[in-house]
């Protein structure tokens, strides 16, 4: 099937950086639009940012300025640059993929989450 891979989480401090990175295989036909989601505890996951096959990109409001979504089409990944990180980032930072696996077949993946935590 398809399968994402996450990579790049970990602990950081008020102000650092981190970089995840998401990588999808599988049978793939086409990918459409690429993004990261997050989960706090107790909270419902929300949309970080998006961005399409043709580079359309959509941010929340709570990260537009410090985040930057980047995809290469060609390697089907998508990366996220996270600097002047806050506490109130801290979560299981997933990727997500709508993937087209033939021409009626479409659905979106899921990564298995990896954690940030943004503490001093």
């Known amino acids: 099937q398809v399968q994402l891979v996450e990579s790049g989480g970990g602990l950081v401090q008020p102000g650092g950086s981190l970089r995840l990175s998401c990588a999808a295989s599988?049978?793939?036909?086409?990918?459409?639009?690429m993004g990261w989601y997050r989960q706090a505890p107790g909270q419902q996951r929300e949309l970080v940012a998006a961005?399409?096959?043709?580079?359309?990109?959509n941010y929340a409001d709570s990260v537009k300025g410090r985040f930057t979504i980047s995809r290469d089409n060609a390697k089907n990944t998508v990366d996220l640059q996270m600097n002047s990180l806050k506490p109130e980032d801290t979560a299981v930072y997933y990727c997500n993929a709508d993937v087209s696996t033939g021409w009626s077949r479409r659905a979106h993946y899921w990564g298995q989450g990896t954690q940030v935590t943004v503490s001093s």
């Open positions: 961005i399409t096959s043709g580079g359309s990109i």
């Open positions: 599988g049978s793939i036909f086409r990918i459409n639009a």
